[in-house]
C-alpha cells in the first residue's frame, strides 16, 4: 500500500555549517605549512621557542585581560545604588572596551601556529580592537532588531509567564512589603511555592 505523498527529506545543510569546517581545515593545513617552512629555514629550535614564547605571551595577555575584567566588575558592584548613570564615563570602562577581543588575543597567541599569532596581536592593537567592538555590537543589535517574535531577540524585549494552561500573560511581579500580622487565618510562615 502506497500512498501519494513523497518520503520526507532531510534538511538542506545551511551554507555556514558546510563552509566553518572546511574553512577550520584549511586553517590548521596552512598554520602546519608555516611552521614547517620557518622550521627549515631557521630551525626546529626557533620553532620550539615561537611556541612556547606564544604560550607564555597569550598566558599573561589573557590574565591581564582577567584582572581588568575583575576590576571592573568589582567596581560596579561597589556603586551606590542611587548614584546617577548620566555622569561621564569612568576610566575604568573605557579601559575594559573591547576586553573580550583581548582575551581572544591573548587565546589566539597561545594556540600553535604563526597565523594565529599574527590575527592574536592584530587584536591586542587598541584601534583594532575598538573598531571589532563597534561592529560586533552594531552587527548583534541589527540582528536582535530582525528578531522574529518568539524568538531568543525576542525574549531580550519582553518577560513573559506562562500559565499552566498554556496561556502568556504578560505583566509585572508587584512586592508587597507590608510588615502588619498576616491576615486572620493565622497565617504567619511563608506559603509554600504554587506549582504547576
Not at 12 to 22: G, M
Not at 120 to 135: D, F, N, T, W
Not at 140 to 160: H, K, T, V, W, Y
Amino acid at each position: 500500500m502506497t500512498t501519494g505523498t513523497p518520503p520526507p527529506t532531510a534538511p538542506r545543510r545551511s551554507r555556514t555549517r558546510t563552509l566553518v569546517p572546511l574553512g577550520i581545515a584549511v586553517w590548521l593545513v596552512v598554520e602546519i605549512w608555516l611552521l614547517i617552512l620557518v622550521a627549515e629555514v631557521a630551525g626546529g629550535l626557533t620553532v620550539l621557542v615561537l611556541l612556547v614564547g606564544g604560550a607564555v605571551l597569550g598566558g599573561a595577555v589573557i590574565k591581564r585581560a582577567g584582572r581588568r575584567a575583575f576590576r571592573n566588575l568589582t567596581a560596579t558592584l561597589q556603586q551606590q545604588p542611587g548614584a546617577e548613570s548620566d555622569t561621564e564615563q569612568p576610566a575604568g570602562d573605557r579601559e575594559s572596551s573591547g576586553n573580550g577581543f583581548l582575551m581572544l588575543g591573548g587565546l589566539l597567541i597561545m594556540l600553535p601556529g604563526l597565523l594565529s599569532d599574527v590575527v592574536g596581536l592584530l587584536c591586542l592593537v587598541p584601534p583594532v580592537r575598538s573598531l571589532l567592538s563597534r561592529y560586533t555590537e552594531r552587527s548583534l543589535e541589527r540582528r536582535m532588531n530582525r528578531a522574529a517574535p518568539g524568538s531568543l531577540g525576542d525574549a531580550f524585549q519582553q518577560a513573559r509567564m506562562r500559565r499552566p494552561d498554556g496561556k502568556v500573560v504578560q505583566g509585572e511581579v508587584i512586592k508587597d512589603d507590608r510588615t502588619e500580622p498576616r491576615d486572620s487565618h493565622g497565617d504567619e510562615g511563608p506559603r509554600p511555592p504554587l506549582t504547576p
